[in-house]
T-cell receptor, first 116, second 116 residues
Framework: EAGVAQSPRYKIIEKRQSVAFWCNPISGHATLYWYQQILGQGPKLLIQFQNNGVVDDSQLPKDRFSAERLKGVDSTLKIQPAKLEDSAVYLC??????????????FGEGSRLTVL | AQKITQTQPGMFVQEKEAVTLDCTYDTSDPSYGLFWYKQPSSGEMIFLIYQGSYDQQNATEGRYSLNFQKARKSANLVISASQLGDSAMYFCAMREWSNAGNMLTFGGGTRLMVKP
């Protein structure tokens, strides 16, 4: 079974530029999450999708961050314009209640963003 | 208020010895799940063990066991017979089932270093 795919793995941009990250969840997983992990901290949820609908985006800085999951499969997270404090690893995860553990999340390898 | 607290930023353990990583949580939801994830330096989040709030017995998965003390709201991870490959960040996380999103909330993590 293929895991959660993310790209790019690494991205370096200057502040005020824009960047986009892509995620393809495990096949059949209806729920998709984007987490932000700042160095030395635990992951923080940015947005959660159920199929192509948003379930929770209360911690998404909507003035600069946007995310979509148009067909209920893959998803894109965009930052525009980027700030220095956006430097972090952006983790995508998916889950299915049909999994072996109740609500277990499967994570991708993450996209590491450095804003200069 | 912090929902998940991990009070040990870093810990050392001698190879082959057991180690306990602390986790306390805060919730008023009677139905919740507790998870432990391992994050090696490569960055991926690896699921280790799950404990449901109504589970009667402490969860075990190979060398991992969860010391679940519901009244104290603690869910400590015990790793027996530590190996060099156990060196990583460890995150405790909670899912509250009454929340519409059922998302995982993570603690700040503990860095475990196994000494040869």
């Amino acid at each position: 079974e293929a895991g959660v795919a993310q790209s790019p793995r690494y991205k370096i941009i200057e502040k005020r530029q824009s960047v986009a990250f892509w995620c393809n969840p495990i096949s059949g997983h209806a729920t998709l999450y984007w987490y932000q992990q700042i160095l030395g901290q635990g992951p923080k949820l940015l947005i959660q999708f159920q199929n192509n609908g948003v379930v929770d985006d209360s911690q998404l800085p909507k003035d600069r961050f946007s995310a979509e999951r148009l067909k209920g499969v893959d998803s894109t997270l965009k930052i525009q314009p980027a700030k220095l404090e956006d430097s972090a690893v952006y983790l995508c995860a998916s889950s299915s209640r049909l999994g072996s553990k109740v609500g277990e999340l499967f994570f991708g390898e993450g996209s590491r963003l450095t804003v200069l | 208020a912090q929902k998940i607290t991990q009070t040990q930023p870093g810990m050392f353990v001698q190879e082959k010895e057991a180690v306990t990583l602390d986790c306390t949580y805060d919730t008023s939801d009677p139905s919740y799940g507790l998870f432990w994830y391992k994050q090696p330096s490569s960055g991926e989040m690896i699921f280790l063990i799950y404990q449901g709030s109504y589970d009667q017995q402490n969860a075990t998965e190979g060398r991992y066991s969860l010391n679940f003390q519901k009244a104290r709201k603690s869910a400590n991870l015990v790793i027996s017979a530590s190996q060099l490959g156990d060196s990583a960040m460890y995150f405790c996380a909670m899912r509250e089932w009454s929340n519409a999103g059922n998302m995982l909330t993570f603690g700040g993590g503990t860095r475990l270093m196994v000494k040869p």
